[in-house]
Every structure is written in structure tokens, then in C-alpha cells.
């Protein structure tokens, strides 16, 4: 599943592709993915699109004159494709031959802007979607969603409080994202190492400044996969079609039975909060 680095490199490349672009019609292929909402095209027909927010790993398409916004969620395997003068560029899951034929078997929904161009979102496996919002739902999409760490107003000492007052592991807290929105299983255990800290210690047991230390890890885990695109495994390929690669700097995800590249100590993997943790035993205390 794309995470944050990965939706955020979307959001920006496919800004610069579509901002500005008026939608001449939509068609829909598969009505899961629009929420069964059969009057999507009628709404948003002639409308311009403004701008391609985030939050989370939820993007908020806006449109110009209008109150109407856009909520799209990639899911585990949903994929934009921008097509313009038969080039064809992707965001999503990995480009495969069948998605460079459009609309594929995978295709769920089409919007064909002015000019000629389309932007398509495919979903092999249906648990993506593009719905229609009201700036009321909007707000309450934001507002189910905690601090970004790499927004310019995150609080670390608030940051700090909140997890000091969990009886639940560091890992569980990070992956909360009513707490802390944005970082995933990778990111989680990539901070977690570069702040020190085993992933199973609890917020309680954790000193003020350990947890400052796991806030500034986290700020910059994302802020670099950002930079370099975020991390490609089976499932991502930017919007120009390129592999991002973060995944040349993972230290511990991923690396389990393989010395650590700081200690030697092997990494090891167990299950924590419910998901395949990675974690140096030596670098990381308790």
C-alpha cells in the first residue's frame, strides 16, 4: 500500500499535470468506486480543477467556483494515469504493459478533461475510490486524521505529552493516525530505529527526551522519502512512471536475518500491533 511519501509524490506531480484542466465528462466503469453516486459526471461537468490537496494519505481535489471537492484513496492497488497526446504516465501501484492501454480491465473511472487529455484511476482489487464530497465532509475527513510530522505547525512537545500518557507500544501510537497521521508500517520502524527506540516499549515507560527523539525521526523519515520519491516495492510508481527510491535507504524493514548496518547485530522481526515489525535488538532499547 502506498504511504505518505508515496501519495505525496503523486499529489505534487499530478498537480502540475491537471491543475487548470476542465473536465469535459466522466465515465465510470465500475460504480463501487465512486461511492454508487450516478449523478458524479452531471456534478462535476464543466468544473476546473483548482488545486490537489492532501491529508494523510487521502487526496482533496478541488475545483474552481464550486463546492464541490473530490476524495480519492489509492488503497492497496490503485493507480492515476494521465494520458495526453498518447503518452501515458502513472501514480500508484508499479506500471505493468496491460495499464498502458486505456481503459484496461483495471479501470474504474475516467475523467476526460478539455484539450483532449484523461485522467483515468484503475483498482485491480476495488478498494480504492473517487468520491464526491461537500466542503462539510471535507472538514471531517481532516478531522479524523492527527498532526503530520513533516507539517511547519507539527507540535513535538504536544506530540510528546499525548504518547507519554499511552499504555501502548511506540509502534501502535505512530501507526495511529488520529494521533499522528502519515506514517505507515515502513516509515514506523525506519523512525523507530533512528531514534533508538524497540518498538514494543510503551509510551509510559518512555523519558520525555527518547520521545522527542522519536518525533524528530519520524519528521525526517518522511521529509527524505519525500525527496527521493518515497520507497517502491511491487505497488508504486510516480506519476512520471518512475520507481521512487527510499528503498536504498531502508536500514532495518525488510532486513530481518541480515546484520545491522550500524551494530552487526541481526535484525529480527516479530508481530507488534499487529503488523511485521523489524527492529535492531542491540541499537534499539527498551
Known sequence: ?????????????????????????????????????????????????????????????????????????????????????????????????????????HTRVAFHLEGGSTLYFNDMRLFGYTKLASPREVEEARAAFGPEPISDTFDVEAFVRGAKKRRTPIKAILLDQSFIAGLGNIYVDEALFRAGVRPTSLGTSLSLPRLRLVAVAARDVLSESIAVGGTTFQHFADTGGEKGNFSDYLRVFGKQNTPCAVCGTNIVKIRCAGRGTHYCPKCQKP
Open 1 to 105: 500500500m502506498p504511504e505518505l511519501p508515496e501519495v505525496e509524490t503523486v499529489r505534487l506531480q499530478l498537480r502540475q499535470k491537471v491543475r487548470g484542466k476542465t473536465i469535459a465528462c466522466v465515465e465510470v466503469f465500475h460504480p463501487k468506486t465512486v461511492a454508487h453516486d450516478r449523478a458524479i459526471g452531471r456534478k462535476l461537468k464543466g468544473l476546473t480543477i483548482a488545486d490537489i490537496d492532501r491529508v494523510g494519505k487521502l487526496l482533496i481535489v478541488s475545483f474552481q467556483d464550486s463546492a464541490h471537492h473530490l476524495l480519492a484513496h489509492l488503497k492497496m492497488t490503485g493507480q492515476f494515469l494521465y494520458v495526453d497526446k498518447g503518452k501515458v504516465s502513472g501514480g500508484g501501484h508499479t506500471l505493468s504493459p496491460i495499464d498502458t492501454t486505456l481503459p484496461s480491465k
